[in-house]
């Protein structure tokens, strides 16, 4: 599996669950991505702002997302095919 850093802000459907976030799908260049599964999240700090990452099952391979708390962007960080 090769992996390929990214580093792009992406729109991104989410919904709250128990007061926790969790993403269904992001549109990546003028694609809509539909996650399958949330196979792994973590919390990072960066200087003032949150990240919450997110490691997501898709059909066409694995991608990490993050969510900026402070800035509230959506960051496409990585993908694995």
Do not use: A
Request: proline share 1%; hydrophobic share 35%.
């Amino acid at each position: 599996m090769e992996t390929t850093e990214i580093k792009e802000k992406v729109k991104t459907g989410v919904v709250f669950i128990n007061g926790n976030i969790q993403p269904k799908w992001f549109e990546w260049r003028g694609r809509k991505i539909d996650i399958k599964k949330i196979t792994y999240k973590w919390r990072t700090v960066k200087g003032d702002s949150v990240l919450l990452h997110f490691s997501v099952e898709c059909e066409s391979g694995l991608y990490e997302i993050s969510y900026n708390q402070k800035t509230l962007d959506w960051v496409l960080e990585q993908v694995s095919v």
